[in-house]
């Protein structure tokens, strides 16, 4: 079975500055790895995938992410936020060489203050 | 990444009704998938939607309740049959592409039951 557990449900920041959401996941096989952003009353947006090549993933509007087996993490990171970064972030969990079924984590909101 | 709408956008029903929502991709896709999104929550897959078989469903979802259509590669249906208020949720279509597992979400429907 797989599963993803983020670790907080809110998180607040101030413009400006550094962004940690936070994920470890659990895969008996070789995981693919995913951060979705849902802003307020949008649909589902794709930030960034992580697939078994590189660690240190980059994906959309400055965000990164780490895969960390040892660890077994895979935390989003961003240097600096931006207020139109606010929304619910979801680290989503996929099991390579099956039919593509997604397990989703909890979601982490991000504020983002000034 | 592909084109994804669904129709109604949003919607109010009586508890003892149904309410039949449509996905329409711009491109043939092999995988569509139906989430629901409760109140506050995060997704949970309802069933896989395979062209010319029977979905497959998640555990605790049944064809009875959920009764999903797939005519053809770009179009799928969702029914959530004899409503009640505990339906009221976002219902998420997406589409999936081979390799890298990564799905595409529709901008979903969100049904309250009143």
């Known amino acids: 079975a797989q599963s993803v557990t983020q670790l907080d449900s809110h998180v607040s920041v101030s413009e400006g500055t550094p962004v940690l959401l936070r994920c470890n996941y659990s895969?008996?096989?070789?995981?693919?790895l995913f951060w979705y952003v849902q802003h307020p009353n949008k649909g589902l947006q794709l930030l960034l995938k992580?697939?078994?090549?590189?660690?240190l993933v980059k994906g959309i509007n400055g965000f990164e992410a780490e895969f960390k087996k040892s660890e077994t993490s895979f935390h989003l990171t961003k240097p600096s936020a931006h207020m139109s970064d606010a929304a619910e972030y979801f680290c989503v969990v996929s099991v390579t060489g099956t039919a593509s079924k997604l397990t989703f984590g909890t979601g982490t909101r991000l504020q983002v203050t000034l | 990444s592909a084109v994804i709408s669904q129709k109604p956008s949003r919607d109010i029903c009586q508890r003892g009704t149904s309410l039949t929502i449509q996905c329409q991709v711009d491109s043939q896709v092999t995988m569509m998938f139906w989430y629901r999104q409760q109140p506050g929550q995060s997704l949970t897959l309802i069933a896989t939607a395979n062209q010319g078989s029977e979905a497959t469903y998640e555990s605790g979802f049944v064809i009875d309740k959920f009764p999903i259509s797939r005519p053809n590669l770009t179009f799928s249906t969702l029914t959530v049959s004899n409503m009640s208020p505990e339906d009221s949720s976002i219902y998420l279509c997406?589409?999936?592409?081979?390799?890298?597992?990564?799905?595409?979400f529709g901008p979903g429907t969100r049904l309250t039951v009143t």
């Open positions: 992580y697939t078994s090549a590189a660690t």
């Open positions: 997406s589409v999936g592409y081979g390799g890298d597992y990564e799905q595409y």
């Open positions: 895969s008996s096989y070789s995981p693919s």
